[in-house]
Nanobody
């Protein structure tokens, strides 16, 4: 059974940093493009960043450019999202997702991803 497990969420002040991890259980992440999405209360789930299966290509939503970094370590079966200069509007539940067919050619879309984690909460507050 394919399972993704996110960790690293929490409470951070505006301007602070937080690192999220997404670990695969039961399968090898190396065959999948991985993306991070987020969903704020009352809003639709939106794509944040994606990384191709090899790690050679990354894409970010405009809201993440210059602040977020996505990376992967296929040997550890884990993908990371480093978030810097956090803003109040970054508050959301963050999900990682895997796609067997996405090439991560643009900011990730929900419809492209097959497998989802349960999410981890990120709260930016003073």
């Amino acid at each position: 059974q394919l399972q993704l497990v996110e960790s690293g969420g929490g409470l951070v002040q505006p301007g602070g940093s937080l690192g999220l991890s997404c670990a695969a259980v039961g399968f090898s992440l190396g065959n999948y493009a991985i993306a991070w999405f987020r969903q704020a209360p009352g809003k639709e789930r939106e794509g944040v960043s994606c990384i191709s299966s090899s790690g050679s290509r990354v894409k970010h939503a405009d809201s993440a450019k210059g602040r977020f970094t996505i990376s992967r370590d296929n040997a550890k079966n884990t993908v990371y999202l480093q978030m810097n200069s956090l803003k109040f509007e970054d508050t959301a539940v963050y999900y990682c997702a895997a796609s067997s067919f996405s090439l991560c050619l643009s900011s990730p879309r929900v419809s492209e991803y097959d497998y989802w984690g349960q999410g981890t909460h990120v709260t930016v507050s003073s």
